[in-house]
């Protein structure tokens, strides 16, 4: 029985076994499949590796200084007909000839004849003969400088340094080598040069002879042919005040007269190794708001001998000849007429005359009037007037109503024999440029912002032929459609944020990216003649067609190329070729295209950028967002956001930001061009966000946008600013509110100012930095200052002088970090700005860090590195040093402040 027993045991525990085996192998069968099916799942949802989150390489603070990040510019001119002059890429100079389909290249200068001197090209002659070389040059002023020059002869290769012999009164031989200006004339071969502020003609550059055409100038006092300090930086921009006619027979100059001019005083220290034992006092001319201005003359020269050089004083016209005024633009009309474009000081008339050469007397042809108080004169350039002998009819830019929208700028075409004026351009758009008028074929061409967005510069076509209502203009930098249409890198967006006052844009900065309204204040403008603009608010709806492509449907800007933001457009004398300088959104480029309208096409990229565009793809460029913000004001603002190229908004993660205030009245910071600076550094290296803002004041919006901020400067854009920033911190989950600071140059470095000394940032702003900032207009020159202030008289503006003043409103700044940075030899904003804002501030026990930089101008291109790094490593430990509480999820809300706490009902 056991045996059985025992055998049946054994059966039973051998059958338990096998079923045991089976449930194993079940349960691994389940467990394998279950694992299965979670990674096949965890595949499928999981999204695909895109990389590194931050593609390429950071910017280093090196970077934006490195030529290598910034583009090549047009490094050509256009001579007589259709030749084009260029530095060829050996470092010579080059002739490229266009005769119809037909092009051909000659070398003029071989690069051995400029590296030799260490020289330029400065000019050629009309008739090729010669070339001007400059080397030794030293700079004076932002525009101006001295220079030595040589005479290069085409034929034979010979060189000469360029000098004038003239005999002074006691007849004395005297030689000068060192020159202001030298210009070579319209018509063969002549010279014109400035030296020691008097004006010298060469008839012949083969001939020693030179005729002294002035003998009047006091060096630092009064100038002939150049312009003085104010009219070099605020008027005419340039160090230029002379034109030939079109003939060559004439020269038309200003003379300068700074004797009732005051003078501020600059010291200069030396170097460290050999510095000054006394510092050398440099003295400059520097009117100030109210004080007196510069006096000046227009004359007229004859130069030929038969006529025995005779000169001829330009009378301003009786509208404006009681009264203080600037000459603003100058030129020729007919072979003996000039034209002169008058503009009162206090900016709010400007006068376009044609005046005799023979008798000086002029013609008033064209006026523009500001209403008292409601705002300034724009510069007026100067007017292109036909050709025809027997008319005087020209086309300017003047500002024309639209209605409710207020004023723009547009063309007008004004027909002097009958008095009368016609808007040629209508709508809510601002044009900024005529390029050329074409009258054989009646075309003018100009540059203007798009009727949708203020950030861009296009280049447009119009027929000029009555009635001009009915002509639209073509726009020929627009690339809609096709192949060479403009691509956002859709990879690179941002989800927008949700507000009810924007309109988002989120795109990369480069190397591809980026693809309005305001209202009242009225500004009362007067012109000749009866059409002036209709003011039905009909015109601000604008048919607007796209030709930027040729007959075969191929983009005149070249093979996928596009173009937001046309720099500049030069054409050759014919009319039938044009450059066109693109400087955005993409890496900036020059093309030349045929303009003729049955051939319209292009011909050829001139600067491609290439390599620039190779390392641009390398870099990890800041993300960018675009929005429009509405106003408590009423008016609405742009505003552009650079993000770290990391960014997500869809994480807790939280960066501090930066607001970079720049310009002035009508100038934009928004605006679609290529550009690597601070900014861009701070984005892409440093984890900052970057905000710049076009608030009031600013360009681009019409002229009504503009004026906003007439006689209270900087008090308007301040608060555009905190209002804006507020409402970015409380948006955009990804700002650190208690991180936010601001910083500016110039008049940026002004703003900023009032921005930390304005207690409604008391809660937004904690750190601010000011470099070379003005802090009192009534320090600051005449011309910019009463343009956009008055005068700081009781019976003016003094109440808005002193609003604008930063030192008044220091106590602000208390529980903020201030940086601020001056160079000591700053001609614009003067190193006394900086030093009262500093007497301020001790005055009132604040404690801030303050930067000087000796000898160093307002651009301080002497210490660029250091002064950035100093700017970096001041905001990353004024963000350090802010207390940031931790976010805990689980931590008990706090009570609201104010809040009273529940009182525990007793037991009973």
Not at 291 to 296: E, K, Q
Not at 548 to 553: F, I, M, Q, T
């Amino acid at each position: 029985m056991e045996d059985n027993f025992e055998d049946d045991e054994d059966y039973v525990d051998e059958d338990e076994e096998q079923k045991n085996w089976k449930g194993i192998i079940i349960a691994i069968v389940c467990i394998v499949t279950l694992l299965s099916l979670i990674i096949t799942s965890v595949i499928i949802l999981t999204p695909p590796d895109e990389g590194p989150r931050v593609k390429g390489r950071r910017f280093e603070l090196e970077d934006i200084f490195n030529p290598l990040h910034h583009p090549l510019q047009n490094n050509g001119t256009w001579g007589s007909g259709n030749d084009w002059i260029f530095m060829d890429p050996s470092g010579g100079v080059s002739l490229m000839s266009i005769q119809r389909d037909n092009i051909s290249f000659r070398s003029l200068i071989s690069n051995y004849t400029l590296r030799r001197y260490d020289a330029k090209l400065s000019g050629v002659s009309s008739d090729l003969q010669f070339a001007l070389i400059v080397h030794d040059v030293k700079p004076i002023h932002r525009h101006s400088r001295t220079a030595k020059y040589s005479l290069y002869q085409m034929e034979t290769g010979d060189t000469r340094p360029l000098s004038t012999v003239s005999n002074t009164t006691e007849g004395t031989e005297v030689k000068h080598s060192i020159f202001q200006l030298v210009k070579w004339s319209p018509v063969g071969n002549s010279l014109v040069m400035v030296s020691a502020g008097d004006i010298y003609f060469k008839p012949d550059p083969k001939n020693r002879s030179t005729i002294r055409l002035t003998n009047s100038a006091l060096p630092g006092v009064l100038y002939n042919g150049i312009t003085d300090w104010l009219y070099e930086e605020e008027i005419l921009e340039s160090n230029s005040a002379l034109w030939f006619s079109n003939d060559g027979h004439s020269l038309l100059y200003l003379t300068f007269n700074d004797s009732n001019v005051g003078t501020h005083t600059i010291l200069q220290y030396g170097a460290c190794s050999d510095p000054y034992i006394y510092p050398e006092v440099k003295q400059l001319r520097f009117p100030k708001p109210g004080t007196p201005n510069p006096i000046v003359t227009a004359n007229v020269v004859e130069l030929r001998e038969s006529r025995a050089y005779r000169q001829q004083q330009i009378q301003p016209p009786e509208g404006i000849s009681d009264q203080e005024y600037y000459i603003t633009a100058a030129g020729w009309v007919k072979s003996t007429e000039v034209g002169i474009v008058w503009t009162s000081r206090s900016y709010n008339l400007s006068i376009i005359s044609i005046c005799s050469s023979l008798n000086g007397s002029c013609e008033e042809a064209y006026r523009t009037v500001v209403a008292d108080k409601r705002g300034w004169m724009s510069r007026t350039p100067f007017p292109f007037f036909t050709s025809n002998p027997s008319s005087r009819d020209f086309i300017t830019i003047a500002p024309i109503r639209d209605g409710d929208n207020g004023f723009f700028d547009h063309l007008v075409y004004v027909d002097v024999a009958n008095l009368r004026s016609h808007s040629v351009t209508h709508g809510t758009l601002d044009v900024t440029e005529i390029s050329a008028w074409d009258e054989d074929r009646k075309l003018i061409y100009f540059l203007a912002t798009p009727y949708d967005s203020p950030k861009e510069r296009r280049f447009y076509r119009l027929r000029l032929e009555y009635p001009y209502t009915e002509h639209n203009p073509e726009c020929l930098s627009c690339v809609t459609d096709g192949n060479d249409a403009p691509q956002e890198d859709n990879n690179k967006t941002l989800p927008p944020a949700t507000s009810t006052s924007e309109t988002v844009k989120t795109t990369r900065v480069s190397p591809k990216m980026k693809a309005s309204s305001s209202t009242s204040q009225s500004f009362p403008v007067t012109g000749t003649g009866p059409t002036l603009g209709s003011g039905t608010g009909d015109e601000n709806i604008i048919s607007e067609t796209t030709l930027g492509r040729d007959a075969h449907g191929q983009s005149l800007l070249g093979p996928n190329k596009s173009c937001s933001f046309v720099k500049r457009v030069e054409f050759s004398s014919t009319k039938a070729y044009f450059t066109l300088e693109c400087d955005g959104p993409d890496v900036p480029f020059v093309t030349l295209c045929s303009a003729s309208p049955m051939n319209l096409r292009h011909v050829m990229t001139l600067q491609s950028n290439d390599a620039l565009r190779e390392l641009s793809g390398e870099m990890a460029f800041p993300l960018e967002k675009l929005f429009d913000f509405n106003l408590t004001s009423g008016h609405t603002a742009q505003v552009r956001l650079l993000l770290p190229p990391g960014l997500r908004e869809d994480e807790i993660t939280k960066y501090p930001l930066v607001l970079h205030v720049h310009g002035g009245p009508g100038t934009q910071l928004l605006q679609h061009r290529w550009n690597v600076d601070f900014s861009t550094y701070l984005a892409s290296q440093k984890d900052f966000v970057v905000a710049q803002v076009d608030g009031r004041g600013s360009g681009g919006k019409g002229l009504n946008f503009q004026h906003q901020v007439y006689q209270k400067v900087g008090v308007l854009e301040a608060e555009d600013h905190i209002e804006i920033l507020n409402h970015v911190g409380e948006e955009y989950p990804f700002v650190e509110k208690l991180r936010v600071g601001v910083y500016g140059w110039g008049y940026g470095g002004f703003v900023a100012a009032m921005i930390m000394g304005n207690k409604l940032s008391n809660q937004i702003f904690h750190c601010g930095s000011s470099i070379a900032p003005i802090t009192n207009w009534k320090l600051y020159n005449s011309a910019y200052a009463e343009r956009y202030m008055g005068t700081p008289k009781v019976t003016d503006n003094y109440k808005g002088y002193a609003e604008s003043d930063v030192t008044l409103h220091v106590d602000n700044f208390y529980n903020k970090t201030f940086y601020l940075i001056h160079g000591t030899a700053d001609e614009r904003v003067h190193v006394q700005h900086s030093l009262l804002l500093a007497k301020a501030l001790v005055g009132k026990k604040i404690p801030f860090r303050q930067q000087i930089y000796t000898d160093e101008d307002h651009d301080m291109k002497g210490v660029q590195m250091h002064l950035h790094k100093s700017l970096e490593d001041f905001f990353v430990e004024c963000f350090d040093r802010i207390f940031v509480p931790e976010f805990d999820p689980d931590a008990e809300p706090e009570a609201e402040c104010g809040g009273e706490e529940e009182e525990e009902e007793p037991e009973e």
